[in-house]
């Protein structure tokens, strides 16, 4: 059983490039999370998602920051004209359900440089 | 003031040593989640909890409801534990989303 895959797992953009950041989650696994860890900090939660659906994206920057998580595929971060505030590294971790008592499985993560 | 707070920020150990790294949280929680962290790595799971006491190998975790703390010891440590522990809490309701201590940074000294 695979682990949740990310890629790529690293990515250098230009400043007011577009960055694409796929997640796909373990199998069985039908909730997504992404979180953020910029530089020198702890991880902050992004956002949640469930297929088709956006359950909370308290933790998204109202700005150029969108999620989804299709019927079919990956999950996708996506951030546009993309600045060097948002060099960080990108986690995604999935579960089998939202509910209380199910483990987070990380992925690998993808590292942002923004240059 | 962040909800969840680790100490030490930093620990240094000789090999061997009983290693203890402690976590308080301000908020109620479903569950308390011990996460591993090695230098530019990926995020491990090391214990998930909502009470009492879990092991695992040389691992051990503990978590106290009442008093919102919880410890991760490392007995007989070793140079290949180090790395960043890290402290997330699960807040329950519909949401599961993880809040993060900022983590302790462990060395194990040779």
């Known amino acids: 059983n695979a682990g949740v895959m990310q890629n790529p797992r690293h990515l250098v953009r230009r400043r007011g490039q577009e960055a694409r950041l796929r997640c796909s989650p373990m199998?069985?696994?039908?909730?997504v999370y992404w979180y953020r860890q910029l530089p020198e900090e702890g991880l902050k939660f992004m956002v949640y998602?469930?297929?088709?659906?956006?359950?909370?994206e308290s933790g998204m920057p109202k700005e150029r920051f969108s999620a989804e998580f299709p019927k079919e595929g990956p999950s996708i971060l996506r951030i546009q004209q993309v600045v060097r505030g948002d060099s960080a590294a990108y986690f995604c971790?999935?579960?089998?359900?939202?509910?209380?008592?199910?483990?987070?499985?990380f992925g690998p993560g993808t590292r942002l440089t923004v240059t | 003031k962040n909800e969840v707070e680790q100490s030490p920020q930093n620990l240094t150990a000789q090999e061997g040593e009983f290693i203890t790294i402690n976590c308080s949280y301000s908020?109620?929680?479903?569950?308390l989640h011990w996460l591993q962290q090695h230098p530019g790595g990926g995020i491990v799971s090391l214990f998930m909890?909502?009470?009492g006491k879990k092991k695992h190998g040389r691992l051990i975790a503990t978590i106290n409801i009442q008093e919102k703390h919880s410890s991760l010891h490392i007995t007989a440590s070793h140079p290949r534990d180090s790395a960043v522990y890290i402290c997330?809490?699960?807040?329950?309701?519909?949401?599961?989303?993880?809040?993060f201590g900022k983590g302790t940074l462990l060395t194990v000294n040779p």
């Open positions: 908020v109620g929680i479903s569950a």
């Open positions: 971790a999935s579960s089998r359900t939202g509910s209380g008592g199910y483990e987070q499985y």
């Open positions: 997330a809490v699960e807040g329950g309701g519909s949401n599961y989303k993880l809040t």
């Open positions: 909890l909502s009470s």
């Open positions: 199998k069985g696994h039908s909730h």
């Open positions: 998602l469930q297929k088709e659906n956006i359950i909370d």
